[in-house]
């Protein structure tokens, strides 16, 4: 089969089963993502040579907790907070990671402080990006207020900023934008995909949310914001993968996908910038 068309059949699959899973309900939303969640931490410690047996647990454990307290809103005190806090922390030391060429090696704390922070527990930060529209007060279970549609909005943007930063890249790309770790990526790449997403921010704003007239600026605005934090964050989670395939000597986490890659490769994006819109989303005024 020619690897276009296969590329593109595995992406179409990919992107329907997670539509279809992400719309459908909050259970299969639930389950879908913990079928990431544990391919992506196989790949991850695949990568950075690890046993994958006690991450697994590691992840069962945490995302199983987090998915029961979201349902049933069992509301402890500041564990958002102190969760997202250590995510964001990891999210910086994977920064620095990033750009410090250095270092090449990993000691064996290293790879459980970046597998639970650069990996798990972003994942809880997508599932509560589910939780971040409007509840209903007579409701005891998230399963009655289930909002999917900022998720979607966001795999939107994603998928928009991936799509356009490749073809302008492609087309008139000259100038590279991190070429020691993804000698293909351009800052023309960049830029395009940049413009794009703010282009497909206002039709969500406007077309897909659908606030209410007195509220479509600050909806722009937020989703404005939105298409600029996954630009940037989006491409600085794609690059720290990359950096973490680099290091591993291989061209993809796995090969799940044909044409594609590994889960890790497919969710490098969303997994890193997830927690930066739970963040956004926290701060805004009510």
Not at 51 to 80: C, E, F, R
Not at 260 to 272: A, E, K, Q, Y
């Amino acid at each position: 089969m020619n690897e276009t068309l296969q590329r593109a059949l595995s992406g179409a699959v990919y992107i329907l089963l997670l539509l279809s899973a992400v719309l459908y309900s909050t259970e299969s939303f639930f389950v879908l993502f913990y079928f990431f969640l544990l391919i992506a931490v196989f790949e991850f410690s695949k990568l950075v040579r690890i046993h994958s047996l006690v991450p697994t647990l590691l992840a069962s454990l945490i995302y199983g907790s987090s998915a029961y307290m979201l349902v049933y809103k069992v509301n402890i005190q500041y564990v958002d907070i102190v969760v997202l806090g250590i995510t964001l922390f990891v999210s910086l030391i994977s920064m620095i990671f990033l750009f410090d060429n250095k270092h090449t090696e990993l000691r064996r704390v290293s790879k459980y402080i970046f597998l639970i922070g650069y990996i798990i527990l972003p994942f809880i930060s997508i599932m509560n990006i589910t939780a971040l529209g409007e509840e209903d007060p007579n409701s005891v279970y998230l399963l009655k207020t289930y909002k999917p549609k900022i998720l979607i909005s966001v795999f939107i943007l994603i998928w928009t900023n991936d799509t356009f930063a490749y073809i302008v890249g492609k087309s008139i790309g000259r100038n590279k934008l991190f070429e020691r770790i993804s000698p293909k990526k351009t800052i023309e790449g960049f830029l395009g995909g940049l413009l794009f997403s703010l282009l497909a921010a206002f039709l969500i704003s406007k077309f897909y949310m659908q606030p209410k007239p007195i509220h479509f600026q600050k909806s722009l605005i937020i989703w404005g914001i939105t298409a600029v934090l996954i630009s940037v964050f989006g491409t600085i989670g794609d690059l720290i993968e990359s950096k973490f395939k680099r290091i591993a000597g291989v061209k993809d986490s796995g090969n799940i996908m044909p044409g594609h890659g590994g889960i890790l490769d497919r969710l490098d994006s969303i997994i890193f910038v997830a927690p930066f819109i739970f963040l956004l989303y926290k701060i805004l005024p009510k």
